[in-house]
């Protein structure tokens, strides 16, 4: 397994990963598809990256980071990845890629987590700020430094 994580060049490359954002929180999770796409997706400072499996040639994973350049903080979000390859690594891997990318920038970096996927969060070294738990759609989260 080789996933090869890259920063969207171009418009093609956006629409695959806000594909994959909609396959993940729209068709499995059931969130509100038109709360999906944000205004800060256009932003300068809102850098977005697709993860592709190397062998299959196939996308398979995408996430976004918000920056704020002054603070040197980058918020990871919609953070995706297909199902059928979840367990064996690409997660991981896709954290840790874009964390090498965005450190160039930021020297924190935070996220809104899942509860159910905190799991995952605190094997990338993740951890929740404090007790508060959130609803974001109706589902639970947690800061996450």
């Known amino acids: 397994m080789t996933l090869l994580v890259t920063r969207v060049a171009t418009a093609e490359e956006q629409k695959i990963a806000f594909a994959l954002r909609y396959k993940v929180f729209i068709d499995e999770f059931n969130f509100d598809g038109n709360l999906e796409v944000e205004e800060s997706d256009a932003h300068n400072t809102t850098w977005h990256f697709l993860g592709k499996d190397v062998e299959q ?45 965005i450190a160039k920038v930021a020297d924190v970096f935070t996220l809104s987590a899942l509860r159910d996927k905190k799991g995952f969060y605190e094997r990338c070294g993740y951890q929740c700020v404090n007790d508060e738990v959130y609803l974001v759609q109706g589902a639970e989260q947690c800061k996450m430094l």
């Open 57 to 101: 040639n196939k996308y398979v994973a995408a996430a976004r980071a918000l920056l704020d350049p002054p603070s040197r903080t980058a918020m990871i979000s919609r953070v995706v990845l297909l199902p059928e390859y979840r367990g064996k690594g690409y997660g991981v891997a896709l954290m840790a890629s874009i964390e090498n990318h």
